[in-house]
């Protein structure tokens, strides 16, 4: 199955390509199914949405109409999130508007398998909605452009869609959503006849990413009513703190990218702050494949067996580094190791701006905060942190009366900081915009303080 290379700087021109490449198909009687990776993964959600559009278009008349294939029907399915074949054809049968007796087979049969237990992702085609399928769009020419959520190729025939050599019928797919970093890995079937990628040819390498990005994030924007800017800045601040760090830091992107995004001031909505983080959460699962591979370190890994032998031990060195303290904060973006893990008083004392800030494997004084100071902290973790000099319980609980950093706290994680007073009642009644509460690692501690404390808490 061969795989070939396509030249565009824009996603229209990709898109008259692809529509180019269909009439050869069709012309020399293959079947006329094609996956589009887009420019290394990225544009190609943004080239297949905008497939119908074009073909829609005047300027499709003008350009290619003369001579190319003339879809009848045009299907457009987005499953980028993935729910099962089944969804996939009852969007086909809604689209093409088949009767209700169609729609009501469907729906039988999906309660007769919710009775059963079976999996929704493992529900497969229904034959006879696929004969009411094929008999609806028997005789038209169609393009199924598909968002392909799953792991695996969909066989068209199974749906009620054939392709037939003599049928200018056809097929355009992708994997998953726009937010991807680098191409999938997959193993073709028979079913895909050509695996196109694009290349630009003359636009510079990073304002085409960033032009692409724009694309892709277009409908996730709309979707939920914010600017793409936003959206892409989301993405960056993700992105740029991964490779600034090279995943030396654990930034724990799958609990806490929307706590980070909401504390940072990234996502905000002026009138309810229940908006803001409701629209995180939001973005925080569109962006689900992006932020697991973010959470990998396949690629690191990867590009150390490609090192020579001196360059990874340099790079092992770096990387063995998330067993070192440091410090994170988002007017230091940086890894700032400290060969003694000691954090002076005096360290954060400049830092009234301070939103958000982890401290791994740190000592300090507990009694003697050194972002004590920091009374704007949003988001506050306390990772493997431990007291410099120990203290009797009466001093620590006439200390942390006026302590003014924890009256701003949105999210507070604790992960094997022995420090019991943390959570004790003086210093929770401190907290009183707090909304997450995550704790791992303790031992021995007294949590009773917690029970009718937090009234702010979503998340514990």
Known sequence: MPTEVIRADTVNDAVY??????????????????????????????????????????????????WAVEFERVIHIDFSHWESTRAVQRAIAEQ?????????????????????????????????VAVAIH????????????HNGSSEEINTDNLGLSLNW??????????????????KDFHVRDTTAVVLYAESFKRDPLELRSY???????????????????????????????????HTIDYDWALHAANYWICNGIVQNAHDIREAWQLADGLHQEMELYIDYLSSYNLHRRACKSMDASNQR??????????????????????????????????????????????????????????????????????????????TYAEEEEIIRSWPCFESLWVLDLRYTHWNQILSGHMLDLMIQLRELNVTGAQNWDMSHLHGRLSSIHKL
């Open 17 to 66: 390509a692809i529509l180019r490449k269909l009439e050869s198909n069709h012309k020399a009687r293959e079947r006329n199914v094609i996956y589009f990776g887009g420019w290394d993964g990225l544009g190609a959600s943004a080239v297949l949405r905008a497939i119908p559009q074009v073909l829609a278009s005047k300027e499709y008349e003008e350009r290619l109409r003369p």
């Open 96 to 128: 093409l508007e088949l009767p209700s007796s169609v729609m009501k087979m469907i729906d039988k049969q999906d309660e007769e398998e919710d009775f059963n237990g079976v999996d929704k992702s493992s529900r497969s085609a229904i034959p006879d």
């Open 135 to 146: 008999k609806r769009i028997q005789g038209n020419t169609f393009l199924l452009v598909l």
């Open 166 to 183: 003599y049928m200018a019928n056809g097929v355009v797919w992708t994997f998953h959503s726009g937010f991807r970093l680098r191409p």
């Open 212 to 246: 692409l990005l724009h694309e892709d994030v277009k409908d996730v924007a709309c979707k939920h009513g914010i600017s793409p800017e936003t959206l892409i800045e989301c993405l960056s601040y993700m992105l740029e703190r991964s490779y600034m760090s090279l």
């Open 314 to 391: 340099l790079y092992k060195m770096g990387w063995s580094a998330e067993c070192r303290p440091y410090f994170i904060s988002t007017e230091a973006c940086e890894f700032v190791p400290n060969l003694a893990g000691i954090i002076s008083n005096s360290m954060f004392q400049h830092s009234e701006k301070l939103r958000v800030l982890k401290l791994s494997r740190c000592t300090f004084r507990f009694i003697s905060l050194p972002f004590r100071c920091c009374q704007n902290i949003r988001f506050l973790c306390l990772d493997h942190c431990q007291n410099l000099v120990s203290s």
